[in-house]
């Protein structure tokens, strides 16, 4: 299993509320939701597994 790393983050205000209104529609936690927006992302593009 892969360790998580902790790492700050800058990000505009209203893209944080975006992000933690569509993780709450989710029932995800704000962290959860970018990680997982980052991983589809990644696979999309081809660039992981």
Same mark, same amino acid.
């Given at each position: 299993? +892969?360790?998580?790393? *902790?790492? +700050? &983050?800058?990000? !505009? $205000? !209203? @893209? @944080?509320? *975006?992000?933690?209104? %569509? +993780?709450? !529609? $989710? ?6 939701? @970018?990680? %997982?927006?980052?991983?589809? +992302? @990644?696979?999309?593009?081809?660039? &992981?597994?």
């Amino acid at each position: 299993m +892969a360790s998580k790393k *902790a790492f +700050a &983050l800058r990000i !505009d $205000e !209203d @893209l @944080l509320k *975006a992000v933690e209104k %569509w +993780a709450a !529609d $989710e029932f995800r936690s704000s962290n959860g939701q @970018l990680e %997982w927006i980052i991983n589809k +992302a @990644l696979k999309e593009a081809g660039r &992981l597994k």
